[in-house]
């Protein structure tokens, strides 16, 4: 019998709005009173609009303070800090970075208490004949990067709103109203997901909002601002929003502007839908604030280096294929939803069991529209899907954890440390090999009937739904199915689960489509500039032929599991000293295994760490490999059809 993935029944008992059972305490907590229940959300309107007020001007300190207006009645009342943050699939609000926090009501001071086994939880007693209370705290946000993103610098911000909002519990994050407004730094701008009231002397007044739709709608603002229009006269805006940390670094030029519009264009063609009454693309230019590429509803947030849209844009592949991922998280993810993550509010545990398709296939869909659009190029997707190819058909730890459970990677500790990723697997999986299993089903409808039909199909099917709405839409695993079945009849469920579950000494990675795409996968001795370029082969990259890469000062990293250096006792952290006798260096390296193809004799290599030295005699003699996608004569170019342009 096969797994059927369903929603867990406490999810379905919030989603109807029943209390779920409260959670048991153990032992009696030392507290001024006892700790009332959290109230289970519930579909009912909160009464009245929350005033909603946010002052970023103090960037020096990287200090964002907030003053909530909340209309209340006498009684209990709990606020909750949101904890799983939509698109990290995980609890990570960092309530850590809030202080300061004071509740007033009727200028009398009240106090709050902090839940116990919620600490994301605040209860607060309120006195007869208060009917409104202020709320005020700080978000005391990082000033490096040692353990959260920098989002305010010294000309830019990245506003998250979830990141600094207290909200009542006991309702839906849908019907919980907010009225924001936000007082910038002098002469700064701003883009935004929402509708401007107004905007005087730093301040932006925006309409009513839900909590949902605030949450789902971050600011950049800064200093040097631009916006482009990538949709003139279309049905509904899309807009790019650059901020830099200078202002001669906001210079892309007609022609790249030219790629972004036909990514737009692209998008409808694929889908044959829009689920967005406008879409802001935010992007960064920077060094000062933190990374990002992270998905909303109606619109994203993304980096960039400062010199992106000048010498730095042909290295920046990942970059260039950043914007057409979280442009179809629109569709796949944030309109069509995974069942289990679509809760009713930021503070009720979500699932992860679809991220093969929410991030997996939003992955497969962001190199083809990267190539559609002309953002990257024909050579630069083989190499990319060449290199994802290699490193799945090379990862040891299939054997013991399949690719299913990957997709509880983030709630078992987001971007934990992975010091053997071949080995432990992690988030990156459900992105990356999860693109090959859409490659695979891709090339498989294209075959089974003889090229008429395709993936391209499926997602107008299943993401192409009530086309204008956005209102967010569940998926389940049978709902895949079922679609995959109506573009082409096959055991659909048995191909899925078949990849998805396949673990063991036997499992192997899903690399049919790449052959049934017109290609097999190959290692060659000598890599072209674009594999370099993308995937970092050449010098310094031994994964595999030793199994490792050598970092800078000689520095062994980023060990293969089961690799010949693994089975020579060698983990990451040791240096390499010299190669046959030799002092050491990745031209060194290079030529020795080069050598050894011919030769007999072992490999020499001599390596150290603060326990001392060693001698390894590596028997290898298999040469330089590095990965690459080579054409089979004879049979049709299925992915360069994926990759051709929709619209020619």
Request: net charge negative.
């Amino acid at each position: 019998m096969r797994l059927r993935l369903t929603v867990s029944a406490l999810a379905i008992a919030l989603s109807l709005g029943v209390a779920a059972p409260a959670l048991a305490q153990v032992g009696t907590p030392a507290l001024p009173r006892a700790l009332p229940e959290i109230p289970a959300p519930v579909d009912q309107a909160y009464p009245g609009v929350i005033r909603y007020e946010v002052d970023a001007t103090d960037i020096d300190r990287k200090i964002v303070s907030v003053r909530q207006t909340i209309p209340v009645s006498a009684g209990p009342l709990t606020l909750l800090y949101p904890k799983f943050i939509p698109g990290n699939h995980a609890a990570t609000g960092p309530i850590q970075l809030i202080a300061g926090l004071t509740v007033h009501g009727k200028g009398e001071r009240i106090e709050w208490l902090r839940d116990t086994l919620d600490p994301y939880a605040f209860h607060i007693e309120v006195p007869r004949g208060v009917d409104e209370i202020v709320v005020e705290f700080q978000w005391l946000t990082q000033p490096d990067a040692s353990n959260w993103r920098v989002v305010m610098a010294s000309s830019m911000l990245n506003l998250q709103w979830e990141k600094a909002v207290l909200y009542p519990a006991g309702y839906r994050h849908s019907r919980i109203t907010f009225a924001p407004s936000i007082r910038l730094p002098d002469g700064w701008q701003y883009g935004v997901a929402m509708d401007t009231v107004s905007f005087r002397d730093g301040v932006a007044t925006f309409a009513p909002v839900s909590l949902e739709t605030l949450a789902d709608s971050p600011m950049f603002a800064g200093a040097h601002y631009r916006a482009y229009d990538l949709d003139p006269g279309g049905r509904s805006p899309v807009t790019l929003h650059i901020v830099a940390d200078q202002p001669e670094q906001i210079a892309p030029t007609p022609e790249q502007l030219a790629k972004y519009q036909a990514l737009v264009d692209e998008a409808d063609l694929l889908f044959g839908s829009r689920h967005f009454d406008r879409y802001e693309f935010l992007l960064g230019l920077t060094r000062e604030m933190g990374g990002i590429g992270l998905e909303h509803h109606r619109s994203s947030e993304n980096t960039a280096p400062p010199n992106f849209f000048g010498d730095g844009w042909e290295a920046s592949h990942g970059t260039r294929t950043l914007l057409p991922h979280e442009f179809v998280h629109s569709w796949n993810g944030k309109f069509r939803r995974p069942s289990d993550q679509l809760t009713p509010n930021f503070n009720v545990p979500v699932q992860n069991t679809l991220l093969w398709v929410y991030e997996g296939q939003t992955e497969y869909w962001g190199e083809v529209l990267t190539v559609r659009s002309g953002l990257g190029t024909r050579e630069e997707a083989l190499a990319s899907f060449a290199g994802i190819a290699a490193f799945y058909q090379y990862q040891s730890g299939r054997g013991w954890r399949s690719l299913q459970d990957t997709t509880n990677n983030n709630l078992l500790g987001y971007r934990a440390s992975s010091p053997w990723p071949s080995w432990m697997r992690g988030t990156g999986d459900y992105y990356r090999e999860s693109a090959l299993i859409w490659l695979d089903a891709d090339t498989l409808i294209r075959e089974k009937t003889g090229d008429t039909k395709s993936l391209n199909d499926f997602a107008k099917l299943f993401f192409g739904i009530d086309d204008g709405s956005w209102t967010a839409t569940p998926y389940t695993f049978d709902d895949i199915v079922t679609a995959l079945n109506t573009v082409v009849p096959h055991d659909w469920a048995g191909f899925l689960r078949d990849r998805l579950d396949a673990v063991g000494p036997d499992a192997r990675a899903p690399l049919d489509g790449i052959e049934r795409s017109g290609y097999r996968l190959v290692y060659t001795d000598s890599p072209t500039e674009v594999e370099t370029r993308i995937n970092g082969s050449g010098p310094g990259d031994y994964l595999y032929s030793l199994g490792f890469y050598l970092a800078g000062g000689n520095r062994i990293v980023g060990v293969q599991w089961g690799s010949p250096i693994f089975e020579a006792g060698i983990g990451a952290g040791w240096t390499l000293v010299s190669v046959n006798g030799e002092r050491a260096s990745p031209e060194v390296l290079s030529n020795a295994i080069t050598a050894a193809t011919t030769s007999t004799a072992p490999i020499v290599l001599e390596v150290r760490n603060a326990r001392g030295s060693r001698t390894l005699e590596i028997d290898y003699h298999d040469g330089l490999r590095y990965p690459r996608l080579e054409r089979i004569p004879g049979t049709p170019d299925r992915l360069g059809d994926i990759l051709s342009p929709m619209r020619d």
